[in-house]
């Protein structure tokens, strides 16, 4: 059981970058899903989060209208388009799934200790 975040790399400020958070050993379409990041030096905060049919959507103030989370699940992956960055958004950004409670497709976890598993993470610098 594995999640592997990839995508990331240096981008000039306005420039967009996206980034893929793919699933193995499990099915990632009966996991809510949400993307994190962690600057240097602050606490770990939540960026993007969908729900188990992609239906739901949560964005953080500072990335509305910029980001963009889907899923694909036919490639049993989630996305994260960024566009518009700023050196602001430079982080790592790691992916977490939580098993949708049965019956709730448009499940969203807003608590990051509750994800059951993480991604590896991918470090997004924008220079400005």
């Known amino acids: 059981v594995q999640l592997q975040a990839s995508g990331g790399g240096l981008v000039q400020a306005g420039g967009s970058l996206r980034l893929s958070c793919e699933a193995s050993g499990f099915t990632l379409d009966r996991y809510a899903v949400g993307w994190f990041r962690q600057a240097p030096g602050k606490e770990r905060e939540a960026v993007a989060l969908?729900?188990?049919?992609?239906?739901?959507?949560v964005y953080a103030d500072s990335v509305k209208g910029r980001f963009t989370i889907s899923r694909d699940n036919a490639k049993n992956t989630v996305l994260l388009q960024m566009n518009a960055l700023k050196a602001e958004d430079t982080a790592v950004y790691y992916c977490?799934?939580?098993?949708?409670?049965?019956?709730?497709?448009?499940?969203?976890?807003?608590?990051?200790?509750?994800?059951?598993?993480w991604g590896q993470g991918t470090l997004v610098t924008v220079s400005s």
């Open positions: 969908t729900s188990s049919d992609g239906g739901s959507t």
């Open positions: 977490a799934a939580r098993r949708a409670p049965f019956g709730s497709r448009r499940y969203i976890e807003r608590v990051e200790g509750r994800y059951d598993y």
